[in-house]
């Protein structure tokens, strides 16, 4: 038996005995006990009476304390925690602090972690629901995103997240992406050729960088500034206000107005630990999501013009490309999609973007 195998069954072992335990109560009621991750829940059916369910959900993300993501958890927490009168907890983690985002997945998977934010391209190592999205100049800006994530075909993508053990709750704004780098001014395709460049770990994202010459590096989030310092790469490519307050521009003296990708954070829960809270508290913690969700949106337009007023007054910034130079550069990487999943993929979602 694998390591993971046998990391696995003893988890199971535990839920088994945890639960002879809790049945044989002698009230003969359900307890309230410490879940294998800390928080705390009943192991409630959904339907159940909620004045006597208690939890503490943990929700972890990547961003700084001050990014648009981070500001929306804790708007999030706060409505949580209001609207159950303290019943229900939401302590959240920035900056990676419980783990890189392969990790929060496989953690809520097992049920070791109750909720996190996580980046649509990573979700593309276990699922390939989100890798249209991911396709590189697929969104002319943040509004033709939003009309895919709020879509029909959106709300399938976070429904299907049930296959891999996740709750798909919705998506939150993570901006478009651009190309920051130390090494030169960046106006063409060819001006990437050779270039170190942090990407996520994302097959369509290593592909669009590769088509376009330059040496896609993934790597995880955590690492990228002191990567930078070090010049183990030369550049990354972010949303405007992950470069300034993770402070990455001081690192970096040139920035490009790609706007190549558009990534949605999605927020999600464990499905295992969803499943346990009552259907009342369910209808709280999804409506205090699509409030947070609509907050942030609205910040992260505030936070990207102070960003980009603090770019131009500091780095070499390139405003203007030829945005069909750049589509022209990456049209193999539509066809190999294509050839992968068949047009109607592809189609549909334009479909969605051009109404």
């Not at 049920?111 to 593309?124: C, K, P, R, V, Y």
């Not at 369509?204 to 955590?222: D, Q, V, Y």
């Amino acid at each position: 038996m694998s390591f993971k195998r046998r990391v696995i069954a003893a988890i199971v072992c535990l839920v088994l005995i945890l639960g002879v335990t809790a049945c044989g109560a002698s009230n003969g009621s359900s307890q309230s006990t410490a879940s294998p991750s800390g928080s705390k829940a009943n192991d409630t059916p959904a339907s159940a009476n909620v004045s006597d369910f208690k939890m503490t959900i943990r929700l972890g993300n990547l961003s700084a304390v001050t990014e648009p993501p981070n500001l929306a958890a804790q708007y999030f927490a706060d409505k949580v925690k209001e609207r159950t009168n303290g019943r229900i907890e939401v302590n959240v983690f920035p900056s990676a602090t419980i783990g890189s985002e392969i990790e929060m997945i496989e953690s809520m998977q097992t049920g070791m972690l109750e909720m996190a934010f996580i980046n649509s391209a990573t979700l593309t190592n276990f699922t390939d629901t989100y890798d249209v999205g991911l396709l590189p100049f697929l969104f002319a800006d943040r509004n033709e995103a939003y009309k895919l994530y709020d879509s029909e075909v959106g709300d399938e993508m976070l429904a299907s997240l049930s296959g891999i053990g996740l709750k798909g709750l919705t998506h939150f704004e993570n901006g478009m992406r651009y190309l920051i780098n130390s090494k030169k001014a960046v106006v063409s395709p060819a001006d990437l050729k050779g270039l170190k460049i942090r990407t996520m770990q994302s097959e369509w994202h290593l592909k669009s960088f590769e088509t376009m010459g330059a040496n896609p590096t993934p790597m995880a989030w955590g690492d990228v500034y002191t990567s930078l310092q070090q010049k183990v790469i030369d550049g990354c490519e972010i949303p405007l206000t992950a470069m300034v307050d993770n402070k990455v521009f001081e690192v970096c003296g040139y920035m490009t107005m790609t706007g190549h990708f558009y990534c949605p954070y999605v927020a999600m829960m464990s499905q295992s630990i969803w499943n346990t809270i009552p259907e009342a508290d369910q209808a709280i913690i999804q409506e205090a999501i699509i409030e947070a969700r609509d907050y942030q949106r609205e910040i992260s337009i505030e936070k990207d013009e102070a960003a980009m007023a603090t770019l131009r007054a500091s780095i070499d910034v390139t405003e203007e490309i030829n945005i069909e130079e750049w589509r022209a550069a990456v049209k193999p990487v539509y066809e190999e999609f294509n050839k992968k999943f068949g047009p109607e993929k592809l189609a549909r979602v334009q479909e969605v973007v051009a109404r």
